[in-house]
């Protein structure tokens, strides 16, 4: 069973809490994201129920996601980190990345895995490196599978 974890800043909260998480608001953003265009509504639903999330809340609406997929004894993927555009720039990203990596059952890991296009940088300082042996990696991609349903 997954520990709930809350933290209040202000006006504004984290909270792992699955009944809290936004389903409308996240494909909201993810839609125009640069990494799940299209995505659908039910895929989204389907992907929040299934992972361990980290909301971001501002009063009661939700502005930004963290989302883990884990076996929580191994291996983590770090995916659909964002803060919404109006809440950028006041060390909420950091905040919210905290309380991922200090997450009681995402430690001692194997590998902690993520993928990102520009914020390298954001996440140098949580301990992600760029793939030591990057021959090693494989992967399956279908970067348009959302367009073609
Ligand atoms: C990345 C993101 C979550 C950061 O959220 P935020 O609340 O604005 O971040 P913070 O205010 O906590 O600051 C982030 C820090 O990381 C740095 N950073 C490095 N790369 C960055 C990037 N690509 N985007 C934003 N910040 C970045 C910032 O400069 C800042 O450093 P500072 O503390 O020295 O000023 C937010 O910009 C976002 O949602 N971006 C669009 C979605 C995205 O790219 N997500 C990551 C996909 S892997």
Known sequence: MLSIVEAERGEYRISTDPARLDAVAVQAYLTRSYWA??????????????????????????????????????????????????????????????????????QNLRRFSLATRDAHDLYRRFGFRPLARPERVMEIRNDGVYQQQ
Not at 42 to 68: D, F, I
Not at 76 to 99: F, P
């Open 37 to 106: 265009q299209g995505i659908p509504l039910e895929t989204v639903e389907r992907a929040l129920r299934n992972s361990l999330c980290l909301g971001l809340y501002h009063r009661e609406a939700q502005v930004g996601l963290a989302r883990v997929i884990s076996d929580y004894a191994t291996f983590a993927y770090l995916c659909d980190v964002y803060v919404l555009e109006d809440y950028r720039g006041k060390g909420l990203g950091k905040w919210l990345m905290d309380y991922v990596m200090m997450h009681p059952q995402l």
